[in-house]
């Protein structure tokens, strides 16, 4: 019996110390975050990304991609809910930096993307 107790904690710590660390999940974003994502952004493909923010839902909507839901995984980083993309923002004097990643290698779409900001 103790074998067995020893070996389930074993497990259980081997598996827990091999978790890297990633995406927070239930990420909270604060009110001055949101003031940095929501927003209008030009993109170098021509296209517009509009992050839009209904409730407690966070939004991104393209010509080509469409609107879809994206959630907080990080301060400043999005990941679409049902998608492959992530939306990392970074705040610069009188504008805004995104960048769209792919989630799963190789990356389907990696661009460097600038915006006007909110």
Known sequence: MKCSALAAATGCILIAGCSAPG????????????????????????????????????????????????????SLVFAEKAGMLRYTFTPLPFTTEVRIDGLAPPNAYSALLKGAGP
Do not use: C, F, M
Request: charged share 25%.
């Open 23 to 74: 995406p927070r999940e239930g990420y909270y974003l604060t009110p001055l975050e949101t003031l940095d994502v929501v927003g209008t952004y030009p993109l170098s493909n021509g296209d517009t990304l509009r992050i839009t923010r209904e409730h407690s839902r966070y939004w991104a909507q393209t010509g080509r991609i469409g609107k879809v839901e994206i959630v907080p995984v990080d």
